[in-house]
Nanobody
Framework: VQLQASGGGLAQAGGSLRLSCAAS????????MGWFRQAPGKEREFVAA????????SYANSVKGRFAISRDNAENTVYLQMNSLKPEDAAVHYC???????????????????WGQGTQVTVSS
């Protein structure tokens, strides 16, 4: 699977961005999908995940109530709506596919693959 993340850019603190993750090469409707981010000098960390049907989601405490993950299986695309952005949200954001079909909705980086190049999110204070 090839994953192409887009939608990043510069936003002011308190602003919004919507990230997209488009997949090609495989139908994603049997895989959970996740968004992770990596700031300079830090490890990649979990942001949000959505199960294969879109009926279950999970969020990092740091983004809960501000971010929303969704998916359109017909379009083979996953989204991350980011509201009330904070300077600490600045990072390269990556989408990944959970390795196991119909998995457990992991929040662990090693359980995901097919990362792609990521999209940069910058937040000005």
């Amino acid at each position: 699977v090839q994953l192409q993340a887009s939608g990043g850019g510069l936003a002011q603190a308190g602003g919004s961005l919507r990230l997209s993750c488009a997949a090609s090469g495989r139908n994603l409707n049997i895989y959970n999908m996740g968004w992770f981010r990596q700031a300079p000098g830090k490890e990649r960390e979990f942001v949000a995940a959505i199960n294969w049907s879109g009926g279950r989601t999970s969020y990092a405490n740091s983004v809960k109530g501000r971010f929303a993950i969704s998916r359109d299986n017909a379009e083979n695309t996953v989204y991350l709506q980011m509201n009330s952005l904070k300077p600490e949200d600045a990072a390269v954001h990556y989408c990944g596919r959970e390795r196991e079909k119909f998995g457990d909705l992991s929040i662990t980086t090693v359980d995901y693959t097919d990362w792609g190049q990521g999209t940069q999110v910058t937040v000005s204070s």
